[in-house]
């Protein structure tokens, strides 16, 4: 029997305050069946866990990664004084909206990644979840991609400053081009970013060769997925590179970006994964994240985000729970229109012949980047 880790579970009820606007994909209330989802299988009062109130991120704090003049504009904008030049920085544009609130959201948000980092970094906790944060489109100087402050570089940064060495592992379906360009001249930071080709999807980025710059060459690393590709093709990607890549770096700490959208019906991308799967991705990185920061991510399909954060919650906790989703959630899940009634999705099994082609390029995206990163680790 293995003994319960202590864990921290970063939420607030005001992330419901904050809202996109009308027909924006990224909704806040994924936060919040999330939260009701783990509540309702006891997963929030484990004698192992804590449920801590996310606190919001000064400016100073955010400066860390933020150039001062973005943050500046930022504020101003969010004030309504919108300068001229707010869409140089990537604000008030349809992907990034200024809506009310839109810098307290993500001082709030950038706040909950710091509290797990300093929960975790101090040792109080071996696992703390930020499923609010995991924004890692935004740049030093610039909104994208529905992120505005790039909580993870933030925190990735004050922990560089302590002197860790931090390796980064990204399962979202977009390639997590802001924290890998925010450390990609460093070995003190490794990421590894799994997602959907860049050919296909946002950012466009993402591509094997990109491996880092000078002293960081060797410390950037990219995993580009064939649209369609499943679970198997994932996890079998994963297998090749996370283990020896993480044993050979031996990061003081990891932060896990977890965002939700590979899913096979994910309105944004096309990858074609299931919950199940997605559980077992978070499944095979648990061993090597003794001290472990994990973060949310994108997800855009509500009724999969709260199952697939609530699997790897538990997977946090180790601890097993039912696979049919308890009451009163049910109710309210299928009151919204959700037709879900289990954790774990079936088997999805692509059509033959792209499934074989999906797995031609894996093999060769994963061939051709031990050839480019591995020897920089002695692999
Ligand atoms: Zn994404």
Redesign the pocket.
Known sequence: MTTAPQTAFIYSDRYQQFDYGPGHPLQNARLALTYELCKAYGLLSLPCTRLIQARDATEEEVAAFHRPDYVEVFRAADRGQAPAHMWEYGLGTSDNPMFPGAYAWSALTTGASLQAMELVDSGQVECAFNISGGLHHAAAARAAGFCYFNDAAVIIKHLVRRGRRIAYVDI???HGDGVQFGFYDTEQVLTISFHESGESLFPGTGFVEEIGRGRGIGYAVNVPLLAGSDDEIFLWALDQVVPPLLTAFNADLVVTQL?A?SHLTDP??NLAMTTTGFAEAVRHLQPFCRKWIALG??GYNLENVPRSWTLAWSIMNRCDIPNDLPEPFLSTFHRLGFRSSRLRDDAYVPEASSREQAWRYVREQVYRLQKLVFPHHGL
């Open positions: 979202d379906a977009h965002g959208d944004l991308t991510g994108g």
